[in-house]
Structure formats: C-alpha cells, structure tokens
C-alpha cells in the first residue's frame, strides 16, 4: 500500500470507530479481518495513524474548529478527514504542498482537498501541539465533566497526572510462578529470545519490556508459560489479595482471568479458586489462559447477577473474595484513548450502582475474619474511596467490617516498598506516581462474630 492508500484507510476506520459506540479495538480488529489483502506493515502503518489521533482527539478537534473558524467556515464540521489532515499539519509537520500530493483523489488515495479544507489546512501548517487559549481539559484529552473531579483528587499535580495519562503505556508482564522458578527465570528465557526485559519496582513478579514492538506471542519464554500479559499495578491487586495454599478463594468478576492467574500462582495451585463473572464468554477466554500457564486449582462459575443463587449458597464459605469491579476505567486511559470519550455521566451513576450492589453481594461470601479485597483500574472518588466508606457505612457496625492499613497487607502479601503512607487505607496508583496504570485497591476486614 502507498502512503496515500494507508491514510484513506485510516480515515475509513476512524469514521468507524465514530459510527459506533463500542471500543476501538474492536472496531479495528473487524475492520482489518474484513480486509485481509492488508499486510502486516500496512495494518501497523494505519492503526498507528488511527491510535495517533484517538489519543490527539480533543487537540485536534480543538485546532479543526479554531481554524474553521479562522477561515470564516464556522458551520464546518470535523470529519475523521479532517482530524488526519489536522494530524499531518501539526503533528507530522507537513506542509500544504506534500498533503496536497497525499489528497491527490487518485486511485485508493484520498479526495482532493475541498476548498473548505484547503482554507483550514493553511492555517493548521506550521502549528504546534498545543494553543495558550485551549483549555485545561482539551490539552489533557479530558471531557469537560470530569476535569473537575481531577482537579479536586489530584490539586496542583493536576496537569501532571492527566499529562501522564497522555503517552501510549509500557507493556508488563508478570512471571508466572507456577511455571517460572523466579524472576531471573524467565528474564533468562526471554533474553534468549531475544527480548531484554527490566525487573519492575514494585511487583516483585513484574518485567517491563522496551519500548517498541516484541512479538510476544512467539517467543518460547511465553509459549511456556512462563509469563502473561499484565499491568504492573493490575500484577499488585492480585499479590494484596493474599490468596494462600489451601484458601478457599473466589475472583468475583474474573473476565478473561487475568487477576485470576495471579490468584492460582500466589496459591501454588492449591486450594480451592472459583472464578466468577456474569459473562460466559469473557470467563470462556479465561479457559486457554489458564491451561497455558498450568492453573489446575481453578472452577469457572458464570452468574447469572451478583445475587445468584450460587452466592447465598456458600454464603461465609471463602477466606478471600476479590471484587475486580467492572468501572469506568479511567486509569487504562494510556491503553484506550477512545474510552476518554465514550463515557458520560449516566454511565459513571449506573456503574456506581452496580459496583455497591456487587460489594455488597459478594460480601455474603466472606468468612468471619476473611477478606473482601474491592479494586478498580479507575481514579474517580466515586468509584474507590466513596464505594468503600459507603460499604462501611452499612456493614461496620452490622458484621464488623473493618478496612486495612494497606501498608500491613502489603509488607504481609507483596514485600517490596510500600509506596503509600502506614496509615493508608487504600492503595491508589497512577501513571504519573508509579508508572502503573491508575488502580484503586482497599482491603477490608469481616469481624470474627
Ligand atoms: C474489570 S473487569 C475484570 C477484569 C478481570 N478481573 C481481569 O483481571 O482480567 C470487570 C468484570 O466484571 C464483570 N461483571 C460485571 N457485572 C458483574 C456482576 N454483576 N457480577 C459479577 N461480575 C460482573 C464483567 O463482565 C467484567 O468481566
């Protein structure tokens, strides 16, 4: 494919990913299996285009409507056309006369610009990144309902936690102790395939790899076993679950299994891992997952909703429940640009609603004195401190619930620094403090009665 070809199908995917409301990758992974004459490199070439603007979305649109402007084109609106050809004038730099080659309108190219665009192109040519009059939200790629809430968690770090939420994020891998004899392990296997990973700082079963592309798919380190796709601070809310041989143990909403894995590892495959979800065929994912890394001690269990019979069943039957609530996600921002814009207001009520009723659901589970561990990969109070001083509110006094100093728990299950104060009560992690994506994890107690 030529350079023009690759922008045309860019600009075809991006009026996709418009058109529908589910995620964009998603959306690319069905448009590239409809397209299969589309090789390797040109699906890279593409997508990176594609996830170039998703995460430049709000500048771009905000530069698209300062130059309509500026041309006298109020009304105009912004295509996915536009936004690319914003995206080649500022971000690649490009001048007027190279994009008109691109725009050329011949065969798979794009269409010539039209005059409309060519009046916004000229004032786009030479621009940088960034305006002094854009707002806050708009130069941190924040829909302007959330802003304040960002500033009241983050203060005067403000501008450099939602900068950090900017850059595409590392890609973690946890060592697989069921697997791996330990970190040294499996950072052997992969230099001898070829991948120079780095120890992480505060997972202890945690590898960085470099920046740039590594097939890990096929490197035998991963076909062994040996290591699994994970976030460092995903990595972290398994280690302060605490699940040890011989628990009864369940993953409350397990998805694709990826904490559950961690679970089984921490266990050493013995015990008792029931792992939950209400969608069958995130939990049917987990299935190869599992059996990869030589998990034997796992049962999968769909629910039908946090109140199914199943729970009240083994009410008080486990020493550790792990609610991985479902959330808005915005701490995976660096991971899903496109879901900055797909969240609104009603969803983050009906998420907080659902996120309380599974708490408090999954709570029948909990044995005198075990453990309900609640996280999200999220940074909004209402979604992290505010479920857990509610949970409180209504089970404290009722069957002595109790949150942990998450400082305890953590020299106890992950014996690294711990990177919050001793009187934390919950473990918050952000990109720009730790590296991590952004995760919420608070530790609570059931009194013994
Ligand atoms: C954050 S994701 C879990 C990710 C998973 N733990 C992992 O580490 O890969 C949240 C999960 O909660 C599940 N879920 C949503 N509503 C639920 C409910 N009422 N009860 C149990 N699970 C639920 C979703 O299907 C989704 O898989």
């Not at 050329?104 to 039209?114: E, K, N």
């Not at 592309?213 to 796709?229: C, I, M, S, Y």
Request: charged share 25%.
């Amino acid at each position: 494919m030529h350079d023009a070809a690759r922008l045309q199908a860019a600009i075809d995917l991006l009026g996709e990913i418009e058109s529908v409301s589910r995620p964009a990758d998603g959306t690319a992974s069905a448009f590239f299996r409809s397209r299969r004459f589309i090789g390797s490199k040109d699906r890279r070439a593409i997508a990176d285009r594609v996830w170039g603007v998703l995460r430049r979305w709000a500048r771009l649109t905000w530069w698209c409507h300062w130059a309509a402007q500026g041309a006298g084109r109020e009304g105009m609106s912004v295509t996915p056309r536009l936004r690319v050809i914003a995206d080649l004038l500022i971000t690649d730099h490009l001048k007027v006369d190279p994009l008109d080659r691109l725009f050329s309108g011949q065969t798979h190219a794009p269409d010539r610009l039209s005059a409309a665009e060519a009046a916004v192109a000229d004032l786009l040519q030479g621009r940088s990144a960034t305006h002094p009059d854009m707002p806050p939200a708009v130069r941190f790629e924040v829909p302007d309902w959330i802003y304040p809430r960002f500033e009241a968690l983050f203060g005067a770090d403000t501008d450099s936690e939602l900068a950090a939420m900017l850059p595409e994020a590392p890609v973690d891998l946890r060592v697989n102790t069921l697997k791996a004899q330990d970190r040294d392990a499996a950072l052997a296997a992969l230099a001898a395939d070829g991948v120079e990973a780095s120890a992480t700082d505060l997972s202890p079963l945690g590898l960085r790899l470099p920046a740039g592309r590594v097939n890990l798919p096929t490197t035998q380190a991963f076909k062994d076993g040996l290591v699994e796709v994970q976030d460092e601070g995903s990595q972290l809310i398994a280690l302060l679950t605490d699940a040890r041989p011989g628990m009864a143990v369940v993953d409350f909403c397990a998805g694709a299994g990826g904490k559950t894995l961690g679970l089984a590892a921490g266990m050493g495959n013995k015990g008792r891992l029931i792992a939950c979800d209400v969608s069958e065929g995130r939990l049917d994912r987990s299935a190869a997952r599992l059996k990869r890394a030589g998990a034997h001690n796992v049962t999968r269990r769909v629910l039908s909703s946090e109140s199914d019979k199943w729970v009240k069943r083994h009410a008080k039957g486990f020493d550790r429940v792990l609610v991985d609530a479902p959330c808005t996600g915005t701490g995976t921002w660096r991971r899903n640009p496109d879901a900055r814009w797909r969240l609104s207001p009603e969803q983050l009520d009906d998420l907080t609603r659902r996120q309380a009723s599974i708490l408090d659901s999954a709570r029948r589970l909990v044995k005198p004195g075990g453990r309900l561990v609640y996280a999200t990969c999220s940074l909004l109070p209402e979604e992290n401190a505010d479920q857990v001083e509610a949970f409180l509110e209504r089970w404290e006094d009722a069957e002595g619930w109790r949150v942990l100093p998450v400082c305890e728990v953590w020299e106890a299950a992950v014996g690294t620094n711990c990177p919050m104060n001793n009187y934390a009560t919950a473990l918050r992690l952000t990109p720009a403090r730790h590296g991590t994506d952004g995760f919420f994890t608070a530790v609570l107690e059931r009194g013994e009665g």
